[in-house]
């Protein structure tokens, strides 16, 4: 049943002023991530052995100030009238020509001073690509995009428990490496998670950066979790990471590089068994035994899932 006013309310509406009270410029920050070919040493160059996969994510350096020629995310500022996943997909596409991107929110950031120019809230989006659908290119406020391949490790440095109750403070690392301009971007995040009668609350606070604008590091280690996070719980996510057709042997890398270990291959196999279907077509250059390629199965992707994490 629609909603339908009553002529008090209209006039309500008609002598209410909204500008009465303050309001935040609204923006959007995407983090893309895609695989990408990695470095070879000379152990991988044996032509048994397919060319290494690395997880990149993929930033702009900023044309104009604040933070002039740092790395950013791309995004920008709502217009009037856009959703919020409208003004993602204009920005990503106009800042970098990525377009038809999984993308999805995960968060919103709204700590005080985090943008040097005002009241700014931005909501972040996670985006995943089949990086060789793209040739990136730089434009509006972004004069340059690149892909940066993405290392996080953890430490955790406080865990004290009292009952109910919980602190755990983890220090996280942020590596991010372009080779061919011989960049390296890093910072320190330390995270807290509060439990209070197995109610959760968790903050980050940056502790030191190199070259990433605003509180960008934290966004990007945030999106970064979400996708363990996704990967750990049923793996479907990591599909969006992959071209149409690829081998299990490559479907296992990207899982394991995202969760940061290796997996035991029968069991991966047969849990992503079900989200798999051969072709009649293998991979050139793959050794002796060209490898099998698949795509995924879209009738049981969009259907149930196991849920139990891969290990």
């Not at 970064?224 to 296992?252: C, H, N, S, W």
Request: glycine share 6%.
């Amino acid at each position: 049943m629609n909603y339908q006013m009553t002529e008090e309310e209209k006039q309500f509406l008609k002598q209410y002023d909204i500008t009465k009270y303050d309001q935040p410029s609204v923006t959007v920050d995407i983090a893309v991530f895609a695989v990408t070919p990695g470095r070879e040493s000379e152990t991988d160059r044996d032509y048994r052995k397919e060319t290494p996969l690395e997880l990149s994510l993929l930033l702009i350096r900023r044309g104009g100030y604040p933070y002039k020629d740092w790395w950013a995310l791309p995004g920008g500022f709502t217009h009037p009238g856009d959703s919020l996943e409208e003004c993602a997909r204009r920005e990503l596409c106009e800042e970098t020509s990525v377009s038809n991107a999984y993308l999805r929110p995960f968060g919103t950031f709204s700590e005080s001073g985090r943008d040097p120019r005002g009241w700014i809230i931005s909501n972040g989006f996670l985006a995943l690509v089949d990086a060789k659908d793209y040739r990136i290119r730089g434009g509006t406020d972004a004069w340059d995009a690149r892909w940066f391949r993405v290392r996080v490790s953890d430490q955790e440095i406080l865990k004290k428990v009292e009952g109910t109750n919980a602190r755990i403070r983890t220090l996280h690392h942020l590596d991010l490496e372009n080779d061919q301009l011989e960049i390296r971007l890093q910072a320190d995040v330390e995270e807290e998670r509060v439990f209070s009668q197995h109610h959760e609350e968790v903050s980050y606070r940056i502790l030191s950066r190199e070259g990433i604008a605003f509180d960008h590091s934290k966004i990007i280690l945030r999106a970064f979790a979400v996708l363990r996070q996704e990967t750990e719980r049923d793996g479907k996510i990591v599909f969006d990471l992959m071209p149409e057709k690829f081998t299990l042997y490559q479907l296992q890398e990207v899982h394991e590089i995202i969760l940061d270990r290796k997996l035991v291959t029968p069991n991966f196999r047969r849990k992503i068994a079900p989200f798999v279907t051969e072709t009649d077509e293998s991979a050139a250059g793959a050794g002796h035994r060209p490898a099998k390629l698949f795509r995924r199965n879209l009738e049981a992707f969009y259907g149930s899932a196991d849920k139990s994490a891969l290990s």
